[in-house]
């Protein structure tokens, strides 16, 4: 018989989660206070860039695995992904460009080509550029929870959960993807609001496992600070592996 998980959040992070496990067998529901647009990730751009995220090492590996499925994801219109080009500028020096821009195929941009820009930033002194994913969100959310739903998946505007073992009894694990609601059910105070509700956590991104005290698993999905999108579709898989060794 197929396990069953229920996922707690319908913002980016719970949302992708959720097509991941739906997809690939699992009865899966997810439960939250707000449904996609009314998130914070309803409220983002959203570029794909890892930005205001910790740990650097682990956010860059989650970081490239997204970028693969969401560039993957502009052949399907409905999806609300495209490409668009991103400029980093520094106003002294050289630009430091980082290895995964790189191998990304990000370019320094030479000054001929700065000057014929129409919007020329002569207070920069370099420059570079690369391709990333842009998620529409209004179009985005929408896909992902119509994917989710075809896969089998439920949404369930459930309110306000006080303590992860509220969820009910009959799912055998449970995924915290609450953002910065967070800080009440996991009990979270270094999580904080950052630039515009930016959930942001000094210590990382939290994605582990944790026993509840009512002997089920829970695997924590949250702190993403400016790069809940960025990191989303790296993370699923990471949680999907873990739920996958709880179970
Ligand atoms: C202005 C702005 C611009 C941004 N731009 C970008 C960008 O360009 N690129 C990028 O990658 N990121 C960007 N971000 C960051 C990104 O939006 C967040 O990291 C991301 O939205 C976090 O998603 P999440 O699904 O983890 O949490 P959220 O979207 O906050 O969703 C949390 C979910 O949990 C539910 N919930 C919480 N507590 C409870 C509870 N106790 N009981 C029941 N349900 C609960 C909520 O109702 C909601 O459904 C931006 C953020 C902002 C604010």
Redesign the pocket.
């Known amino acids: 018989m197929a396990r069953s998980i229920a996922i707690?959040?319908?913002?980016?992070?719970?949302?992708?989660g959720g097509v991941l496990f739906a997809e690939r067998g699992f009865r899966t529901g997810i439960?939250?206070?707000?449904?996609?647009q009314?998130?914070?990730?309803?409220?983002?751009?959203?570029?794909?860039?890892p930005?205001?995220?910790e740990p650097v090492d682990k956010v860059i590996r989650w970081a490239l695995a997204s970028y693969k499925v969401l560039v993957d994801l502009i052949k399907d219109p409905g999806s609300g992904v495209s490409m668009i080009e991103l400029r980093q500028y520094c106003r002294a020096g050289e630009i430091q460009v980082p290895d995964w821009a790189h191998s990304l195929g990000a370019s320094v941009m030479s000054s001929e080509v700065e000057t014929s820009l129409t919007i020329s930033p002569s207070c920069f002194s370099a420059s570079f550029s690369i391709s990333v994913p842009l998620?529409n969100?209004t179009i985005y959310l929408d896909y992902l929870a119509d994917r989710f739903q075809k896969a089998g998946g439920s949404i369930n505007d459930?309110?306000?959960?006080?303590k992860l073992e509220d969820v009910d009894s009959k799912f055998d694990l449970v995924i915290n993807?609450?953002?910065?609601?967070?800080r009440?059910?996991a009990h979270d105070v270094v999580l904080t609001e950052r630039?515009?509700?930016?959930?942001f956590r000094k210590s990382g991104v939290r994605l582990e496992p944790e026993k509840l005290r009512d002997g089920r698993t829970v695997i924590h999905?949250?702190?993403?600070?400016?790069?809940?999108?960025?990191?989303?579709w790296g993370c699923a898989g990471e949680v999907s592996d873990l739920a996958t060794a709880a179970l």
């Open positions: 707690i959040g319908a913002g980016v992070s719970g949302l992708t439960f939250a206070e707000q449904i996609g009314q998130t914070t990730s309803g409220a983002a751009a959203a570029l794909w860039f930005y205001d995220a998620m969100t459930s309110g306000r959960f006080e993807c609450a953002g910065i609601g967070a009440e059910l630039v515009g509700f930016r959930p999905n949250y702190g993403h600070g400016g790069s809940g999108f960025t990191l989303s």
